[in-house]
């Protein structure tokens, strides 16, 4: 059964840095992954998806890889906002499967 | 603007009761999709839906059942409420491969 980990679970940085979040799955027959946003009470957002062809996406200050021989993908945050404050949740597309999510929060 | 709407904000219903969990896309998406989500145990699948007339169980469909009569509404029916079934309950849809992937707002449902 596929499993999808996020390191860490929580994340507190001044505003200005860059960030990088993880993400590890098990099933290395993954097709293609996403990763969301949630904003407290609410539902998800798409923000990236690398489908199987691919090996990163961007858009804006957002980055994310897909790297299927370890099992990782990351999402790079340039020039972080407070805006960015969120939890931010991969899913392994196939499988349906998300991870826990890493609850990121900006400090001006 | 596209949208994933989902029936109720919050919902209280009764234990024994029979719940119906609508949820409408506007999109002509393929998939349909609903999840549950709890603290410290995420989002988990509850079942999803390819096509039309078709379901297919995810993680955790026990107590659940859905149907899809046309392509825009999937329903999410509890048979029997109870009360480890109070969650947030979130709908989602997509187009083939996963691309256009969109949440609805999210149901909480209390069973008391």
């Known amino acids: 059964k596929q499993e999808v980990t996020q390191i860490p679970a929580a994340l507190s940085v001044p505003e ?13 027959a993954i097709y293609n992954l996403q990763w969301f946003r949630q904003d407290p009470g609410k539902g998800l957002t798409s923000l990236l998806l690398i489908q199987s062809s691919q090996r990163e996406q961007t ?50 | 603007d596209v949208k994933v709407t989902q029936s109720s904000r919050y919902l209280v219903k009764r234990t024994g009761e029979k719940v119906f969990l609508e949820c409408v896309q506007d999109m002509d998406h393929e998939n349909m999709f609903w999840y549950r989500q709890d603290p410290g145990l995420g989002l988990r699948l509850i079942y999803f839906s390819y ?62």
Request: net charge positive.
């Open chain 1, 59 to 108: 858009s804006g200050r957002l980055n994310a890889s897909l790297d299927k021989s370890s099992g990782r993908s990351t999402l790079y945050i340039a020039a972080s906002q407070p805006g960015d404050s969120a939890t931010y949740l991969c899913q392994g597309a196939q499988k349906l499967v998300f991870g826990q999510g890493t609850r990121l929060t900006i400090n001006p």
């Open chain 1, 16 to 28: 200005g840095e860059n960030l990088v979040l993880n993400c590890s799955f098990t099933d290395s």
């Open chain 2, 51 to 112: 096509d039309v007339k078709m379901k297919e169980k995810g993680d955790i469909p026990e107590g659940y059942s859905v149907s899809r009569e046309k392509k825009e509404r999937f329903s999410l029916i509890l048979e029997s409420a109870s009360t480890n079934q109070t969650s947030m309950y979130l709908c989602a849809s997509s187009l083939e491969g996963a691309r256009g992937y969109t949440f609805g707002s999210g149901t909480r449902l209390t069973v008391v």
